[in-house]
């Protein structure tokens, strides 16, 4: 099993930055790739961005590229979401997740779910 805890998070006018990070432990040898998946109320849950978690290799869907930026910390089995230019588009719950496999921007191949952690950019 693999526990993930997120942090972070807040409220931030449109433009502004935030920070979220998701700390994992457990069987963390198992994880080969983290992602951070977001839902906003009345939508469902979709794919923000992935990293491989030894290999640093990075995938972000189209609406956040040049925006968001995702990265780890292995030492401290930690992986990061840094979102600079928000939009109130942007505003949802953001959930980390680890996927032992498989197509990285998929939810189903994630197998671990973080609690989520509130984001909202005011315009």
């Known amino acids: 099993q693999v526990q993930l805890v997120e942090s972070g998070g807040g409220l931030v006018q449109a433009g502004g930055s935030l920070s979220v990070s998701c700390a994992a432990s457990g069987r963390t040898f198992s994880i080969y790739h983290m992602g951070w998946f977001r839902q906003a109320p009345g939508k469902e849950r979709e794919f923000v961005a992935a990293?491989?978690?030894?290999?640093?290799?990075?995938y972000y869907t189209d609406s956040v590229k040049g925006r968001f930026t995702i990265s780890t910390d292995n030492a401290r089995n930690t992986v990061y979401l840094q979102m600079n230019s928000l939009k109130p588009d942007d505003t949802a719950v953001y959930y980390c997740?680890?996927?032992?496999?498989?197509?990285?921007?998929?939810?189903?191949?994630?197998?671990?779910w973080g609690q989520g952690t509130q984001a909202t950019v005011s315009s």
């Open positions: 997740a680890a996927s032992r496999g498989g197509t990285p921007t998929l939810m189903r191949n994630y197998n671990y």
């Open positions: 990293i491989t978690w030894r290999g640093g290799t990075t």
